[in-house]
């Protein structure tokens, strides 16, 4: 199935799944007077944004680069991202200022069960989606897709703690029928909101890193230097790499330095090899390399990134290798 379609296709379910759960939530937790279910209903609310968010980036992302947008559209992508821990931030304010209103004022929970029922759907149904998005999502290296994923996956958590203390009211009101347990709905309504503030803040760190046009993660960097290294019988020398990402697509470049002899059709043929090589590793990226010619000319940039040493080693062993054998 085709990329584009697989990830709206996925980012509709989490759509669909988030608005049903929203209506349950909210119906039950008026109906109870639960203020931990309500918050869990707004919690499902900003997931539903969340979603809606990511569908929209998904189905714009991937619009080939134009006159206006030559480098692609892919960062809209870190922007939902952002946008939706902004939105959660918000979310976990709310239920917080509600939590405290109710300790302060509390109000008996009747029908408890309906609340765990529903609970319990809620954490079912995104513990389905959220596998599917996470699934996807790595699969096509969409960060939108990731970050509706952990939204649903922390609404699992939180369903389940919530599920947790009004089962606990609930079989209190007839193990303990002295004992007054509300309590305990507006402190998992603030554990809740505890756990939406941590989601949110790596969400924003994730997001917001690369619209800040940060490195790659290290270990793609490193991969890109080790491939450059290994081609030192061609390349003498490579310095200014940089990198960054855009949702799903990698930009990479750097410098190299070659024979100055070398033909504009070889060094051509050099640089097309390492670009195929970079992009079949890193799939969505644009590779920009640039030749230059060694002429023993170093500076500090140049001497940071030499492979003459390396080239000489090579050919140290190689001819060791070769009056070794002319001796046997």
């Known amino acids: 199935m085709d990329v584009q379609i697989r990830k709206t296709r996925v980012a509709l379910l989490s759509v669909i799944s988030n608005t049903v759960l929203v209506v349950m939530k909210l119906v039950v937790g008026i109906m109870i007077s639960s203020v931990s279910v309500i918050s869990e209903a707004i919690h499902s609310g900003m997931d539903l944004v969340a979603a809606l968010i990511a569908w929209f980036s998904v189905r714009t992302s991937s619009k080939p680069a134009d006159d206006d947008h030559p480098f692609g559209y892919g960062k809209i992508e870190n922007v939902s991202g952002t946008v939706e821990a902004l939105l959660i931030f918000l979310a976990a304010g709310w239920i917080i200022y509600e939590a405290v209103k109710k300790f302060i004022h509390p109000e008996p929970i009747e029908t408890a069960f309906w609340g765990v029922g529903v609970m319990l759907i809620s954490a079912v149904t995104n513990i389905i989606v959220s596998h599917t998005l996470f699934k996807v999502g790595r699969e096509t290296d969409s960060v939108a897709l990731q970050a509706d ?3 649903l996956r922390t609404d699992v958590y939180t369903s389940v703690g919530v599920m947790a203390g009004l089962a606990l009211i609930w079989l209190g009101q007839w193990i303990f029928p002295g004992y007054d347990l509300n309590w305990l709905d507006p402190a998992c309504a ?9 989601a949110a803040y790596e969400l924003t760190i994730q997001s917001a890193r690369d619209l800040l046009d940060a490195n790659l993660p290290e270990i793609e960097a490193n991969w890109i230097r080790n491939l450059i ?30 024979d100055p002899q070398m033909t504009v059709d ?6 097309q090899k ?15 390399i640039h ?8 500076n500090e940039k140049c001497l940071a990134g030499c492979l003459r040493s390396e080239l000489d080693r090579r050919r140290i062993k190689s001819n060791k290798k070769l009056l070794s054998d002319a001796a046997n």
């Open 291 to 298: 030749i230059e010619p060694c002429n023993g000319e170093c």
């Open 190 to 198: 603030i554990a809740v909101a505890l756990l939406i503030i941590k």
């Open 229 to 258: 290294e290994s081609h030192c019988e061609a390349v003498r020398g490579y310095h200014n790499l940089r990198t960054r990402k855009a949702g799903h697509y990698r930009f990479v470049e750097f410098h190299i330095q070659v």
């Open 266 to 271: 070889t060094s051509h043929q050099l640089t």
């Open 149 to 151: 994923a952990w939204h």
């Open 274 to 288: 390492l670009s195929r090589k970079i992009k079949e590793h890193l799939p969505h990226s644009t590779v920009t």
